[in-house]
């Protein structure tokens, strides 16, 4: 199995679902936290827009829902991001939420070495 090259565009919404996710853990008045690959906030400024963002910072990387909800982009090889134990420093677990393409690049030698006989 190859990994994904740059023409393998599946739009299969996991990316929608999970943002979906991090605004309703942070609905009335909180903050998720959401790790995203190198250069895929762009991307998810137009799915932000279309869930409501009242408010899109893209110099700091974060999005206002208003009520004081926000959602927080890291990005994978950030300093606090710890791909192995699927964790932000300073962050509890259950605000945090993970993009699979970001979990498939932490991860690639791992899935490339579980599917080498696929």
């Known amino acids: 199995m190859q990994s994904r090259s740059r023409w393998d ?9 999970m943002l979906t996710e991090a605004l309703r853990h942070c609905f009335n ?20 827009k279309d869930l409501g963002a009242t408010y899109i910072c893209k110099t700091r990387r974060f999005a206002e829902f208003g009520a004081n909800s926000k959602i927080y ?19 509890r677990e259950e605000h945090t939420f993970w993009d699979h393409e970001a979990v498939r690049q932490a991860h690639n030698r791992t ?3 579980y599917h ?3």
């Open 29 to 48: 008045g909180g903050s998720s936290y959401v790790v995203l690959p190198r250069g895929l906030f762009e991307y998810c400024c137009q799915i932000l």
């Open 116 to 118: 080498e006989y696929d």
């Open 9 to 17: 565009n599946r739009r299969s919404g996991r990316t929608t679902r």
């Open 111 to 113: 899935i490339m070495k």
């Open 73 to 91: 982009f890291k990005v994978l090889h950030d300093q606090d991001v710890n791909p192995e134990t699927f964790e932000i420093r300073g962050v």
